[in-house]
């Protein structure tokens, strides 16, 4: 069974292909929404919102991007229990979508950061990380000028899928978070980008376990 797996496209995403490329070298049918659709394509097994400069990344990070009217579908989507898959600039418009906790700011060195970082597996029982395992050690690439990562107050550490590396956080963000999901679980995002990291050619292959979590997940059809 082929996952077919949503990316939404918006005025300014640059990693729509690298998204669609990687999705598909583990198996699943990317399949390409147009931010301005207010319905998503039938028989979608999880939907990807990708990395790049949404709107130019005017006034906020995804602050502009979380009013486009395929979001209005990506929220009923997950509210109905979808797979939701934001990474990067797809993290910070599910932040101010409101459909994951916290909000991300600038870097703490106010520079742009690219480079390959150190995570570990907090949670390996989502959706997002079943091939993991718990602690496991990950190498994924980062390019991001806002990612550093504020939690509400009395975040719960099970909401914590990811932390970079001790000694390797990138952008200063609280208690090293990388990556997060909503109460439910089945809402997650990342600020490292597995799509760059699917190939040992290019440096790591450890995005790949995302991303092939993600697609074996979809392939389980939502409850009628």
């Known amino acids: 069974m082929t996952a077919r797996v949503g990316i939404v496209v918006f005025p300014g995403s640059?990693?729509?292909?690298?998204?669609?490329?990687?999705?598909?070298?583990?198996?699943?049918?990317?399949?390409?929404?147009?931010?301005a659709e207010r319905e998503l394509p039938g028989e979608l097994g999880a939907v990807v919102l990708p990395g790049g400069f949404s709107y130019g990344d005017y006034l906020r990070c995804g602050a502009i991007a979380r009013f486009a009217p395929a979001m209005e579908a990506v929220a009923r989507f997950a509210g109905e229990g979808g797979l939701v898959l934001g990474i990067c600039n797809g993290f910070q418009i599910l932040c101010e979508a409101g459909l994951l906790p916290g909000v991300l700011r600038p870097n703490a060195s106010l520079s742009f950061v690219c480079e390959d970082v150190g995570l570990t597996v907090e949670r390996a029982d989502t959706p997002f990380t079943a091939r993991c395992e718990p602690g496991q050690a990950l190498t994924i690439p980062v390019k991001h000028g806002e990612g550093c990562y504020m939690p509400p107050p009395g975040l719960p550490a099970s909401q914590v899928v990811l932390r970079y590396a001790s000694g390797q956080n990138p952008n200063g963000s609280a208690d090293?978070?990388?990556?997060?999901?909503?109460?439910?679980?089945?809402?997650?995002?990342?600020?490292?980008?597995?799509?760059?990291?699917?190939?040992?050619?290019l440096g790591s292959a450890d995005g790949a376990l995302i991303l092939a979590s993600l697609v074996d997940s979809a392939r389980v059809p939502l409850p009628a």
């Open 14 to 35: 640059n990693d729509v292909d690298d998204a669609a490329w990687a999705l598909g070298a583990v198996g699943a049918e990317p399949v390409l929404i147009w931010h």
């Open 176 to 201: 090293d978070i990388a990556g997060v999901c909503n109460k439910a679980g089945n809402v997650f995002g990342l600020m490292p980008h597995p799509e760059h990291a699917v190939d040992p050619l």
